[in-house]
């Protein structure tokens, strides 16, 4: 049963360019949660979607983010014109419904690196 | 809101038991979660706690006093490959508890 899978898992972006994050969750699960990991920091809650549902998205930036889950395929964090703050790592994980800790799952991650 | 406190380092010698305390504010309180992180890794669910008292798995227990508002993650025998960082989290109230906040992580040094 393959684990959360993240893609790319590291990402070179100029300034101004667009970054998009994928995210396949477990087989069986509709829930998922990205989080963003700045260095030597916690990771910090960005958006919680079910599938076609945006539910909770009070941890994203109002502007240049995006999030979608779509029906089919996977989750895709979306990053619009990128600057030099947004190098992170961002970690997505997925539960297979409401869930306790230890059914969030948490995938490789995506380094975002923007020059 | 919620935010947690953890030290930011901590090292110990192989063989040795460290204790990793959290201590956090929040408004509505679902649970104390531990995570392992190692460098460039992806964390590891560890252990949780929504009761008072010790809970063991292994070489790692986690406590919790709910009304200290404090818990720890203990490592005993502790092993090289233990160096790591270690995140102690709760979940948020609103969305039905769905969205873990983390603290800034204790890193741990194990040395021979």
Known sequence: ?115 | GQSLEQPSEVTAVEGAIVQINCTYQTSGFYGLSWYQQHDGGAPTFLSYNALDGLEETGRFSSFLSRSDSYGYLLLQELQMKDSASYFCAVRAPNTGFQKLVFGTGTRLLVSP
């Open chain 1, 1 to 115: 049963n393959a684990g959360v899978m993240q893609n790319p898992r590291h990402l070179v972006r100029r300034r101004g360019q667009e970054a998009r994050l994928r995210c396949s969750p477990m087989k069986g699960h509709s829930h998922v949660y990205w989080y963003r990991q700045l260095p030597e920091e916690g990771l910090k809650f960005m958006v919680y979607l079910q599938k076609e549902n945006i539910i909770d998205e009070s941890g994203m930036p109002k502007e240049r983010f995006s999030a979608e889950f779509p029906k089919e395929g996977p989750s895709i964090l979306r990053i619009q014109q990128v600057v030099r703050g947004d190098s992170a790592a961002y970690f997505c994980a997925s539960s297979p419904g409401a869930s306790v800790p230890r059914e969030q799952y948490f995938g490789p991650g995506t380094r975002l690196t923007v020059t």
